[in-house]
């Protein structure tokens, strides 16, 4: 399993110089996370990024990281603006491999719960799933990408 990190809420922190939550060119909150974990895993930090920042080159690096791997499951910390168009690109271009979408509404430095969550959900998830396609895993649910889109109302994922 190689675990992509693309940036998103679910990496956000505090800057107190200017009062805003910022994406970090780093991997800190996910390194976080799995050092809690008795196993070892491949991760890189591909983007820093708020989804909504992201655009079609991403999405090909994306691609050509997922391409040139030799691994055949993927799980990407992505922001969930745009985990659905980022998920159906994919979807378009693998059959061959499992990919977990996964993120988180709320920063992992302001509430570690949901972030810790969902990541580890999506490895268990890949760790026990063979079929192959692009899934999101987010509040509970892991499913197929279309089958799971956020309700921006309601600030969380639902059931399509």
Do not use: Q
């Amino acid at each position: 399993m190689l675990i992509l990190n693309t940036g998103g809420t679910f990496n956000k922190r505090y800057n107190p110089l200017n009062g805003e939550l910022e994406v970090p060119c780093d991997s800190l909150a996910v390194e976080r996370i799995l050092s809690s974990v008795e196993s070892e895993y491949d991760m890189a930090g591909v983007m820093f990024k708020d989804s909504l920042d992201m655009d079609i080159n991403d999405r090909k690096t994306l691609a050509a990281i997922i391409m040139e791997s030799k691994d055949d499951k993927f799980l990407i910390v992505h922001g969930t603006d745009t985990m659905d168009e980022t998920a159906f690109f994919l979807d378009e271009i693998f059959d061959d491999r499992t990919i977990v979408l996964t993120g988180a509404m709320k920063p992992f430095e302001i509430d570690n719960i949901e972030a810790t969550f969902n990541l580890g959900m999506a490895m268990g998830f890949l760790n026990s799933k063979n079929d192959h396609g692009v899934y999101i895993c987010m509040n509970g649910f892991v499913k197929k990408w279309n089958e799971l889109k956020k309700n921006r109302e309601l600030g969380k994922f639902e059931l399509v």
